[in-house]
């Protein structure tokens, strides 16, 4: 069964929206005797933000008032998103290996921050650049050698 939902707001030049999904499964005859497993959960959710910085309005894409090169610096933009997605399942650890045919799922759990800056210079040149810190865990501690990792990225996309 999955429960979920999601918003979106526009408000001139903010866009805010995030969403949230929870699922239960059924694990019946999963087993390693063909027996019926307790019920594993996942939860995920995000939030996120964004400003154009250049007073563009908010729309399903962006044109920039005055593109770059001609007359203008495009459009600047900048953003945030927070994101988690967790999974486990009820009970206390019996013991059992971390396996989905294991009787106990061991917790685990993803959380992420995100902050960059879209530069638009015309309706088909988009520069992108994010710094990502990621948070990952397991049974409630940080996974040794990925428990907290940063990255960058950045992306150029061409649209015609």
């Known amino acids: 069964r999955r429960v ?10 903010l866009q805010l929206q995030g969403e949230y999904i929870e699922t239960w499964d059924q694990r019946l005859g999963q087993g390693i005797d063909n027996q019926d497993l307790p019920n594993a959960y996942a939860r995920g959710w995000y939030a996120s933000g964004t400003w154009l910085l ?4 908010k729309r399903d894409s962006v044109e920039p008032r005055r593109p770059f090169l001609r007359g203008g610096i495009g459009a600047v933009e900048i953003g945030v998103r ?26 685990r759990a993803d959380d992420v921050w995100t902050g960059g800056v879209n530069w638009y210079w015309n309706d088909y040149v988009k520069l992108q ?8 865990t397991e049974d409630g501690r940080a996974i040794p050698g990925q428990g907290d990792l940063w990255s960058q990225t950045f992306r150029v996309q061409l649209g015609f």
């Open 129 to 136: 650049a994010n710094v990502i810190h990621e948070r990952r």
């Open 82 to 107: 927070r994101e988690r997605l967790a999974a486990w399942s009820p009970g206390v650890n019996d013991g059992s290996f971390s396996s989905p045919r294991a009787p106990w799922v061991m917790p």
């Open 54 to 57: 250049t007073g563009e309005q």
């Open 4 to 13: 979920g939902g999601e918003f979106q707001w526009r408000p001139g030049p």
